[in-house]
């Protein structure tokens, strides 16, 4: 069974930074798109950012200049950057790794932002 596992998550001040991290089974961190997902307390789960397999990313509007993923491929782990948080990116923060009819889940970690 695939596992993404996640770690980072915490209690951050508003404007405050955090990194969470993704490790993954080398198979799925070489040819998967890895993505970063976030749901909040009543809300869908929402896209945050993705690093493709050729290391390409895109970001949701919300979250573009403060957060940056990356990828280490010695550590087979998948990067969130996440600088200048907000209350409003209080959320259980997902990994994702993707194909065309794959996907695969991690637990989660939660990230709450608040003083």
């Known amino acids: 069974q695939v596992q993404l596992v996640e770690s980072g998550g915490g209690l951050v001040q508003p404007g405050g930074s955090l990194r969470l991290s993704c490790a993954a089974p080398?198979?799925?961190?070489?040819?998967?798109?890895m993505n970063w997902y976030r749901q909040a307390p009543g809300k869908e789960r929402d896209l945050v950012a993705t690093?493709?397999?050729?290391?390409?990313?895109n970001y949701a509007d919300s979250v573009k200049g403060r957060f940056t993923i990356s990828r280490d491929t010695i550590k087979r782990t998948v990067y969130l950057q996440m600088n200048n948080l907000k209350p409003e990116d209080t959320a259980v923060y997902y990994c994702?790794?993707?194909?065309?009819?794959?996907?695969?889940w991690g637990k989660g970690t939660l990230v709450t932002v608040s003083s």
């Open positions: 080398e198979l799925i961190f070489s040819m998967y798109d």
């Open positions: 690093i493709t397999s050729g290391g390409v990313t």
């Open positions: 994702n790794a993707k194909r065309p009819y794959i996907t695969y």
